[in-house]
């Protein structure tokens, strides 16, 4: 199970960390995903989330918002 991962997308590095009920405030674990140390969403973890599994994730996420403007990311 990984605890972080690091992704680069279009010139970008991205950062996954894996965070437990008890640091992100959450009911259960979440990846959350930061770009230079600030956090842009999170989403739900399952329990034995492999490094691959988590990219796939955090791809689609960032291809999924890619149309939308920088200032937006992370707005709910």
Not at 26 to 55: H, I, K, N, Y
Request: aromatic share 6%; net charge negative; proline share 8%.
């Amino acid at each position: 199970m990984a605890k972080a991962v690091t992704i680069a997308w279009r010139g970008q590095e991205y950062r996954a960390e894996r965070k437990e009920p008890g640091e992100s405030g959450e009911p259960g674990p979440v990846w959350q995903l930061l770009r230079d140390g600030a956090p842009l969403t999170s989403f739900p973890a399952e329990r034995q989330d492999e490094e691959a599994a988590v990219r796939e994730k955090v791809r689609a996420w960032l291809e999924g918002t890619v149309s939308r403007p920088s200032s937006d990311i992370g707005r709910q």
